[in-house]
């Protein structure tokens, strides 16, 4: 069983950063991949970016590339999503999530443990 907890969320202007952590407990963190996801107002669940085991391999949704980078450090047992540049339809609710296989992923549903979520709100 993986609990991972998300933080960093909060108020920001449009042009703004913002650095999301998720930390994971366990000692397998090393072995999954990871995946952040974010959910608006009546919009449904989307993904954001997603990163192997290693860190060696990432993907972004095309409306976040070149403004967001997901990272991650195994020996704090934490992955990152930094933010810049952002926008007012950036607004969301933002979850981390845990897949066993250790590949980075695009489906949410073949992730197998979330976070409870971080609200980020961006300002115009």
């Known amino acids: 069983q993986v609990q991972l907890i998300e933080s960093g969320g909060g108020l920001v202007q449009a042009g703004g950063s913002l650095r999301l952590s998720c930390a994971a407990s366990?000692?397998?963190?090393?072995?999954?991949?990871m995946g952040w996801f974010r959910q608006a107002p009546g919009k449904e669940r989307e993904f954001v970016a997603t990163?192997?085991?290693?860190?060696?391999?990432?993907y972004y949704a095309d409306s976040v590339k070149g403004r967001f980078t997901i990272s991650r450090d195994n020996a704090k047992n934490t992955v990152y999503l930094q933010m810049n540049s952002l926008k007012p339809e950036d607004t969301a609710v933002y979850y981390c999530?845990?897949?066993?296989?250790?590949?980075?992923?695009?489906?949410?549903?073949?992730?197998?443990?979330w976070g409870q979520g971080t609200q980020v709100t961006v300002s115009s």
């Open positions: 999530a845990a897949e066993r296989t250790g590949n980075y992923r695009i489906n949410q549903y073949g992730y197998d443990y």
């Open positions: 990163i192997n085991w290693s860190g060696g391999s990432t």
């Open positions: 366990g000692r397998t963190f090393s072995r999954y991949g």
